[in-house]
Structure formats: C-alpha cells, structure tokens
C-alpha cells in the first residue's frame, strides 16, 4: 500500500458512510416504490376508505419525512465525499440496509398496523403479497448487513497493518 | 379586463420596488447577484399567475382552481421571492437611518416571535386548516373581500415560513438545523394530512357547501385535495434543498478540507 493509499485508509468514516447511506436506500425505495406501486402500476391506493384520521396524520409525517430524507442523504453524501470520508463498501452495505428496512416498514407498518393502503386489491391471496414484499426486505437487509459486515472488517485489517 | 388591475398592479410594485433598490444600491458593494434578480422575478410572476383572472374566477365554484392558487401564492411564490433577498437588497440600498430602522425592526421581540420556524409553521399551516375544516372557506367563496384576505394570508404566511426555514435573508435568531428540520418535516407532514383529510371526507364537505352539484362538487374536491398533497412535496422538496444546500456550504468554509490536511502531513 502506498502512502497516499494509506491516508485513505485512515481518513475513511465507515460508519457515517453506513448510516448516511442508509438514509438515502430508505428514502431511494420509498421513491421507488410512490412511483412504480402508487403511479405506474396503481395497484397501491392514495387512500382506500379503510384509514384512520390518526393512520392519516402519520402516513402524512413520514411522507413528508421520507423526502426529507431524500434531500438531506444526497447533501449528507456529497459531503462526506468532499472530505474524502466516503468509503463505498461501507455505503453500499448501508444502501442495502436502509433499503431493506424501509421495505419491511412499508410491509409490516404502513400495511398492516396503520392499514394505510393494501400492496394490491381485487385479488385472492394477498397474504402471498405481503408474504414476498416482507421476504424481499428482509433479504436485502440480510445482503446489506453482509456488506456492511465485511466493509468494516476488511477496512479494520487495512488500519491495523498501516498504523 | 377589470380583474387584471390587482396582478398587474401588485406585480409592478414588487418589481418596481426591487428594481428601484437595485438602482439605490451603492456601486462600492459587491455586484448583485443576477441569480437573486432572476428569483424574485419568478417569484412574482407565481403571484401574478395566481390572481390572474382565469384563475381567480373558476376558484370561487372550482375547488381545483383554488388549490392551484393556494399552491403558487403559499408555496411556490414565497420560495421565489426568499431567493431574492429582499431584506438584503433593502439593507444595502437604505440610507443610513433607514439601516438601523430596518435592524432594529428586524431584532425586535414581535418579529423574533412570529419569524420563529414554529410560530411561522402554525401561522402557515395551522391557517389552512381554519380555513379548510370552519365556514370560513364556504364564506371566502361567496365574499369578495374575505377572498382576497385569504390570498394575502396564503402568500405573507408562506413567505414568513420559507423565510423562516432557509434562505440567504439575515434572520436573526433562527435556531439550529436540528429545529429547522423537525419543523420543515411536521408542518410538511400536517400539509400531506390535511390533504388527505379532505380527500377522505370530500363527499361530506360537498354536502356541507350545499351547493346543487354536489357529486360534481366532491369530485373537484377529491381532485383538489390531490394536487394539494403533491403539490406540497413539490414545495417541501424544493425547500429542504434550500435549507441543505445552505448547510452543506457553510460547513465547506466552517472546517479545512480533509484533503488539504492530508497532503500537509505526507509532505
């Protein structure tokens, strides 16, 4: 490793590049799934005449909180990679993570407890999609946490035969 | 013809107004920016739009029509017209008594109050559910005057929030990031519910206005309440870009670049 390679290592922040990441993977999928779910396939419903006010008021608090979210990652982002603090495995597996917990949340929250809207309606086995949407988070949780995982062994190994 | 007097009149003060304190402005100041220029003038065409004639007649039977007012006086004016830095162009351009004036104002105890995100947000927000769940919306509708005094709530309350949240405006007192984004994110999140609320309840509102359509009524709701709620993200998008973008240059000249540090210690 050179010397400049070796300044790398060390100006690195693994674990704001996860959490950073992270924000941004949630608030990439809860984009991703407005656009695909709500508009393009418009299996999801903007209010489907089962919701409570409450479930409403905090439908509406994360809608807004996910954008803010979206925002505030890419300026987050940006700034840890003008300071050279970026380290991309770190960022990848924090993606996944954020990623797949939005996706569970959405799954398991905004679903079934608030009751905010169904993954599909007019079908028989809805218990298959919200059995598949609930599996697909937890598998990217899982890739993430991996990720995340050897990001941060790998960079530990490279400090301590630097230092 | 008559209904265009007020957009015209108004939107000529403000870029009357503007212009007038750029040609006051001492040239031993550094040159303004043409980016401010451009902002505010977009930001009062957004005002014009708003009460021009196509669409200050249909809003007072179309409620989709009133929405779109509400978006480009509350939301998407302000953002223009906070872009400008009004106070300080005004600043630079006053004599010097008229500096202090101006300060003084500006760090007095009532404006602190009202220009604090919080107070800002319940003004902003808080109005459009007094308006949207009392009589006052059916009321606003039939009387000219109470119209036109909820236009001018939609567009100071907008302006005193945005100018609250971000901007290149001095705002003496405005609190932390940490306050700044609960508030963006709570006032955002009351919007996208209220819009809601009333897409909800549009058939019970409809028949509460009495009016004879009434299906045709809850319809036009249900259409307003939507672009209410996305026409909201649009504004609170662009906002939070604002706010971060205010953020992330600050912190460039706060700290030293880690890469400069690092070529410091290699050499």
Redesign the interface.
């Given at each position: 490793m050179t010397q400049a390679q070796s300044q790398r290592v060390q100006q690195v922040d693994h674990r704001r590049s996860v959490w950073v990441a992270a924000l941004l993977g949630a608030a990439i999928m809860a984009a991703v799934d407005q656009i695909v779910f709500h508009q393009i396939l418009a299996w999801h419903h903007f209010y489907d005449r089962s919701t409570s006010d409450i479930a409403l008021l905090s439908d509406g608090v994360l809608h807004a909180a996910e954008l803010v979210m979206l925002v505030a990652g890419i300026f987050l982002m940006a700034d840890l990679s003008r300071r050279q603090a970026l380290h991309k495995a770190s960022a990848w597996g924090g993606f996944f993570l954020g990623a797949g917990a939005f996706q569970i949340f959405d799954g398991v929250v905004n679903h079934k407890i608030l009751r905010l809207h169904q993954i599909r309606y007019d079908v028989d086995n809805l218990l298959l999609y919200d059995l598949v949407w609930n599996l697909a988070g937890a598998a990217l949780l899982m890739i993430g946490a991996m990720i995340t995982w050897r990001a941060g062994r790998r960079l530990k190994k490279a400090r301590h035969s630097h230092v | 013809m008559t209904g265009w007097w007020v957009p015209a009149l108004l939107g000529g003060a403000l870029i009357g107004g503007y212009g007038w304190a750029l040609f006051l402005r001492p040239s031993t100041l550094p040159k303004w920016s043409l980016w401010r220029t451009l902002a505010w003038t977009a930001g009062v065409l957004a005002v014009v739009i708003a009460l021009s004639p196509p669409l200050v007649e249909p809003a007072h039977h179309d409620h989709r029509y009133h929405m779109a007012q509400h978006l480009f006086l509350g939301m998407y004016a302000p953002l223009g017209l906070v872009l400008g830095a009004p106070l300080t162009l005004l600043l630079g351009a006053l004599p010097r008594r008229g500096q202090l004036g101006l300060t003084r104002l500006l760090r007095s105890g009532p404006v602190h109050a009202v220009s604090h995100p919080i107070s800002a947000a319940v003004l902003n927000i808080g109005g459009m559910f007094v308006l949207y769940l009392t009589p006052l919306y059916t009321i606003s509708m039939e009387r000219q005057e109470i119209h036109w005094l909820v236009l001018a709530h939609f567009l100071l309350a907008g302006y005193l929030y945005t100018w609250s949240i971000a901007g290149p405006d001095p705002a003496p007192r405005r609190p932390g990031m940490a306050t700044r984004?609960t508030v963006?994110?709570?006032?955002?999140?009351?919007?996208?519910?209220?819009?809601?609320?009333l897409?909800?309840n549009s058939a019970q509102f409809a028949d509460g206005h009495g009016h004879s359509h009434s299906h045709d009524e809850a319809a036009s709701m249900e259409a307003a309440a939507?672009w209410m709620?996305y026409g909201g993200?649009i504004a609170?998008?662009a906002l939070?870009?604002m706010l971060?973008?205010w953020?992330?240059r600050r912190?460039?000249s706060s700290?030293k670049?880690?890469?400069a540090l690092?070529t410091a210690?290699?050499r």
């Open positions: - | 984004v963006l994110i709570l006032a955002a999140g009351a919007h996208a519910f209220l819009a809601k609320f897409y909800a939507q709620y993200d609170e998008v939070a870009v971060f973008s953020w992330y912190r460039k700290q670049p880690a890469s690092a210690s290699t």
